[in-house]
């Protein structure tokens, strides 16, 4: 065991079920009121030092404050930690950059554009604009990960990805470029939102990809996570689990913000030029695990500009504000006095978690940025309101983001706001056809 990770030994000791680690985990309270450690060990170094500001790199136990860390069973620490010294080194290696960097170019299509809104500023009397995710290759901004932890597992030696999806479009993601590197690719996928996401189930088994349900618990996102990361314990020599969102055991979070990062320093470079050198007054994105609002975050979080991060009120973890292990980190997330994980509920498929990153919460509780719940009844008014006003079709996800823009509309008079457009809707449509009757 490395001493690096100092809470890992003694986190699987005192948990019989460490094994499993699902999401219904019952010791997920037991443990919070016995390992006092896991908070005190990061007021030695909360950010690790390595650079100032918000949105640095985590400490050497891969925290954000009191949050994130690395509780997994035995059997994947080893398969954490390769992948931890593996990253930091392709981080540093201005070849590996530079091929990734190519990839998002030619392959992704970026730089996103930001998209000016006058029709739809013009109602809610402030100025949005959106950066474009949606038009990235596979639409949406699930690519720019994805495209980086295959690099990395190519340049590992895995031949095999296997992943987790809700909405699809990380499935889908993880399936192109699977197939762009001649790789295996296993997602799973919980059993209703294969109901609700037929069409990107159809892509991803056209892309090459096997896909698999989730049947046990919700059935959903939380359930496709257990399953892929079960599978990843049994083949971890070969395979590499491409995880979605800024969520799971270090490095996950650390990484997957990192490889979403070009989203936020594009969106500020852009503003400075629209904006005569200035930052959108608001920063808006819409969260789940939260890997678009850390992508676009990071480009402003040393900026004046405020930070709202949009959860679903039938998932809003910050909004509940209960920290506690979920799939290898301690974040925020929906549980019970028992400690046992709550069923989130979402009219999107992509953010029907129960969690949320680690270091949102982090950002949360250090006031940095704040978090709003939408209902999915104002999830379907934004989505209908800017494909009236723009003319663009977007995905469930990011209508959360903009919801909470037309309910906010009197607070933000006047103001300049950044939404992160994350996806394109093609997906939702068949969905809200069956909603809006």
């Known amino acids: 065991m490395s001493a690096e990770y100092p809470n890992v030994a003694t986190w699987n000791a005192a948990t019989p079920n460490a094994a499993t680690w699902n999401a219904a985990a019952p010791n997920v309270a037991t443990w919070n009121a016995a390992a006092p450690s896991a908070v005190a060990s990061n007021a030695v170094a909360p950010n690790g ?16 404050g009191e949050f994130g860390g690395m509780y997994v069973p035995e059997t ?25 960097t190519d990839l998002l170019t030619h392959y992704a299509g970026r730089p996103s554009p930001i998209t000016g809104c006058d029709n739809l500023s013009e109602e809610l009397g402030c100025t949005v604009l959106l950066k474009r995710e949606d038009l990235n290759h596979t639409g949406s901004h699930k690519i720019n990960n994805v495209l980086g932890q295959a690099l990395l597992a190519r340049r590992m030696g895995k031949t095999r990805l296997v992943a987790e999806t809700g909405a699809g479009q990380h499935g889908v993601a993880t399936a192109t470029a699977a197939a762009l590197f001649d790789m295996e690719c296993i997602v799973y996928m919980g059993t209703v939102d294969i109901g609700r996401q037929e069409l990107n189930v159809f892509r991803m088994k056209l892309l090459g990809s ?19 990361m079960r599978h990843w314990v049994s083949a971890v020599e070969s395979t590499h689990y491409c995880l979605g969102s800024v969520m799971g055991p270090h490095p996950y979070p650390w990484m997957v913000r990192e490889f979403n990062r070009v989203i936020g320093d594009e969106a500020a470079q852009q ?30 979080a040393d900026t004046d500009a405020e930070l709202v991060g949009v959860e679903p009120a039938g998932g809003a973890a910050v909004g509940r504000a209960v920290p506690g292990i979920v799939h290898g980190s301690r974040s925020y997330l929906m549980q019970d006095e028992w400690g046992q994980v709550l069923e989130a509920q979402s009219i999107s498929a992509g953010l029907d978690y129960p969690g949320i990153g680690p270091e949102h919460a982090n950002l949360a509780a250090t006031g940095r940025a704040r978090y709003e719940p939408v209902t999915d009844a104002e999830v379907v008014e934004a989505f209908q309101l800017l494909a009236r006003t723009e003319g663009i079709i ?29 996806g394109r809707g093609d997906k939702d449509v068949a969905q809200m056809m069956d909603v809006l009757g």
């Open 49 to 64: 030092g390595a650079q100032p500001g918000f949105m640095a790199d985590p400490s050497a136990e891969g925290r954000f």
């Open 76 to 100: 994947l620490v080893p398969a954490c930690q390769e992948l931890d010294r593996a990253f930091r080194s392709a981080w540093a290696d201005p070849t590996f950059r530079a091929e990734l």
């Open 210 to 228: 096997e896909v698999r349900a989730a049947k046990s618990g919700s059935q959903t996102l939380k359930d496709a996570v257990n399953e892929a």
């Open 271 to 300: 503003c400075a030029g629209l904006l005569d050198g200035g930052t959108p007054d608001v920063v808006v994105a819409c969260v789940g695990g939260g890997s678009n609002a850390a992508g676009i975050f990071s480009g402003f």
């Open 394 to 422: 977007t995905a469930l996800e990011s209508a959360h983001a903009l919801a909470w823009i037309v309910r906010a509309q009197d607070e933000l008079a006047g103001k300049t706001v950044l939404l992160n457009l994350s």
